[in-house]
């Protein structure tokens, strides 16, 4: 690999990491299955929310963000039904924080299966229109500022980014393990998460 194509792959990896790391619905979710210390479950989610970037990082670069600029109306229709979904997450959050039964890391309230967290782990990624503004439209037209070939490496290295993000926000929640043993601790996350998530929601019906 020459130094022209490294320079490219840490360019795109700077640039995307620079976006994920925001506080989102998606971390959120991420951070409090790794608290929870979910194993197999956890690993799948982390590589279902790096693989689905890789996906919409690739269309952004293939030109699929021209298409989304000729259609808003999808856009909208995502925007409604992420808003619904990211606030009614946000009632469920508040009601565990309320509940102060069952709050000890790796015996969560939210006590779910692998088909309902990979179903939840998809609506937080496809549902939310940021993720196509982000990685589709934002990163894509970056991407292909660069000449050639080089748009891909660039690519590679923002895709590179997003897999190290989740992997480190997934495993690096577990340290929090013992602070999470206490119920008060869980009370206070889910709170957050539930702040989070029911203020996204309602930005995306206000602010459009």
């Known amino acids: 690999m020459t130094a022209s194509l490294l320079q490219m792959m840490l360019l795109g990896f700077a640039a995307s990491l620079t976006l994920i790391v925001a506080i989102g619905a998606q971390n959120a979710y991420v951070l ?11 690993v ?3 590589l279902i929310c790096a693989f689905s ?25 995502v925007r409604i039904l992420g808003a619904v979904f990211l606030i009614s997450y946000g009632v469920i959050a ?24 990979v179903l939840t782990t998809l609506a937080f990624t496809w549902l939310n229109p940021h993720v196509y503004l982000d990685t589709v439209m934002l990163l894509g037209s970056i991407a292909n500022q660069q000449q050639g070939v ?18 480190l926000l997934g495993y690096g ?32 019906i206000i602010g459009g």
Do not use: C, H, Y
């Not at 102060?100 to 939210?110: D, L, R, V």
């Not at 080089?150 to 992997?167: E, H, I, M, N, P």
């Open 32 to 42: 409090r299955l790794g608290v929870e210390g979910r194993g197999r479950i956890l």
């Open 94 to 117: 508040a009601r565990r924080a309320l509940n102060p039964q069952a709050m000890t890391a790796g015996e969560s309230p939210a006590d779910a299966s692998m088909k309902a967290i």
């Open 44 to 46: 799948t989610v982390i």
């Open 150 to 167: 080089d748009r891909w490496w660039w690519a590679l290295g923002a895709v590179a980014a997003s897999f190290t993000w989740f992997f």
């Open 173 to 204: 929640a577990r340290l929090l393990g013992p602070l999470f043993a206490r119920p008060g601790a869980w009370r206070v996350l889910d709170a957050l998460i539930a702040i989070i998530m029911v203020g996204l929601g309602a930005g995306l």
């Open 53 to 77: 970037d890789a996906v919409l990082i690739a269309a952004g670069v293939a030109g699929i963000g021209a298409v989304l600029e000729a259609a808003p109306a999808a856009i909208d229709a």
